[in-house]
C-alpha cells in the first residue's frame, strides 16, 4: 500500500500561480494528477513516469501546468500557471502499476486538495 500526502492549493486569482505537491511513501511506476468538479467526472490533467521525463498532459492544461519530480524526497509537484476560474476543482494525486493518467491504472490515491481561481 503506497500513500500519497497532497499539499498546496488554495485560492488565487485569475492568472495567478499555484504548486500542489504530492508525497508518495513508496515507488510506483507512475504518479499523475487529476482533478474533479462537483456533477462531473473526474479528469486527468498531467502523469509522469517515475525517475523519467516522460510525461503526460491534457489538452486543457498543456502549456500552462508543469508537472515534475523530485527523486530524492519521493514527490511529484505539480506547478499550475495562468490559472483560468475553469481551473477551480478538487485536485487528487494519484499514482499506479501502468500509466495512471488512465483512471484504471490509478491504484493509490490522495485525499484531495481545493484550487479555487476567481476572477
Known amino acids: 500500500q503506497v500513500q500519497l500526502t497532497e499539499s498546496g492549493g488554495g485560492s488565487v486569482q485569475d492568472g495567478g500561480s499555484l504548486m500542489l505537491s504530492c508525497q508518495a511513501s513508496?515507488?510506483?511506476?507512475?504518479r499523475c494528477w487529476f482533478r474533479q468538479v462537483p456533477g462531473k467526472e473526474r479528469e486527468a490533467i498531467a502523469g509522469?513516469?517515475?525517475?523519467?521525463?516522460?510525461?503526460y498532459y491534457a489538452d486543457s492544461v498543456k502549456g500552462r501546468f508543469t508537472i515534475s519530480e523530485d527523486k530524492a524526497k519521493n514527490t511529484v509537484s505539480l506547478q499550475m500557471n495562468t490559472l483560468k476560474s475553469e481551473d477551480t476543482a478538487t485536485y487528487y494525486c494519484a499514482a499506479g502499476g501502468g500509466d495512471c493518467w488512465k483512471q484504471r491504472n490509478a491504484n493509490f490515491w490522495g485525499q484531495g486538495t481545493q484550487v479555487t481561481v476567481s476572477s
Open positions: 509522469i513516469y517515475t525517475g523519467t521525463t516522460r510525461t
Open positions: 513508496g515507488w510506483t511506476y507512475s
